[in-house]
């Protein structure tokens, strides 16, 4: 209650009121002003639109490198190696990969240079920022998905590949009438989650570029935080909140309503 649902239920009352962190008791009621306000904000829209690019990307790649790593990794010390970034600080992660992905001495521009390409700005590039966190965030978070789909795969009867060989199935009918349709429940979980994950997105953009290029890496999650701690307009934030706890509330129900008529 504390630490979850008396801040859900104050940030909808706040939502409704011309609310200034410094001027607590200044609070005024101005019913959907702050609702409206946002909806004419173009860089509301850009964020949306940064936030649904990411998880767009990030949601079937992630699972795919996730699925795939737990195909063809056998070994536990491997399965170490692959899960290790799940259980370190995505700030640590973060920090590490802004000096991968700099400009003059970054690790990545130094191989790339061997190759005779040229430097890339990465997180400094508008067209670049981006795709270079998704880069990053597919690497830190697909051995947490991998873990799950390792799980489900020993679920998978023996038998049922083993029918299939007699049947003289391949490697990619055996893959495909076999395993996918096996580990069907686990791969609706991990797609669900990860979506979710996805569009909370914040300390990744937060650490490696603060939101720029040109806001071309702000999400959401940024925008409430930018709003409510740093330019301390708690109303508007609390708007914005609610509007994203609305948008992750429909996309999860979708995609429920979706997995469940696959089901079917």
Avoid at 22 to 45: G, R, S, T
Wanted: glycine share 4%.
């Amino acid at each position: 209650f504390i630490f979850l649902l008396l801040p859900a239920i104050l940030a909808f009352i706040y939502s409704f009121q011309n609310y200034n962190m410094l001027k607590p008791h200044a609070k005024v009621f101005v019913a959907l002003q702050n609702y409206m306000e946002i909806l004419k904000d173009p860089a509301f829209y850009k964020v949306l639109k940064n936030t649904v690019y990411f998880a767009a990307i990030v949601v079937p790649a992630q699972s795919a490198v996730a699925l795939l790593l737990a195909l063809i990794v056998t070994s536990k010390v491997a399965r170490i190696c692959f899960f290790s970034p799940v259980i370190t600080s995505m700030v640590v992660v973060s920090i590490l990969w802004t000096f991968l992905y700099n400009k003059d001495n970054g690790m990545i521009n130094s191989f790339l240079s061997q190759l005779g390409i040229p430097a890339q700005p990465f997180l400094l590039s508008e067209k670049q920022a981006m795709n270079s966190i998704i880069i990053m965030s597919i690497w830190q978070a697909a051995g947490y998905q991998m873990m799950i789909f390792l799980a489900g795969l020993q679920d998978v009867s023996p038998e049922l590949y083993e029918a299939a060989q007699i049947d003289g199935a391949n490697w990619w009918q055996k893959f495909t009438n076999v395993t996918l349709p096996g580990i069907q429940h686990v791969s609706n979980f991990v797609i669900l989650m990860t979506t979710i994950q996805a569009f909370k997105l914040f300390t990744q953009p937060y650490i490696m570029t603060g939101g720029g290029p040109n806001e071309s890496t702000k999400t959401l999650a940024y925008m409430i935080y930018e709003q409510g701690f740093q330019y301390r307009n708690v109303g508007y934030s609390c708007a914005i909140a609610v509007l994203f706890f609305l948008i992750i509330t429909l996309v999860s129900g979708i995609l429920k309503k979706l997995i469940m008529k696959e089901e079917d």
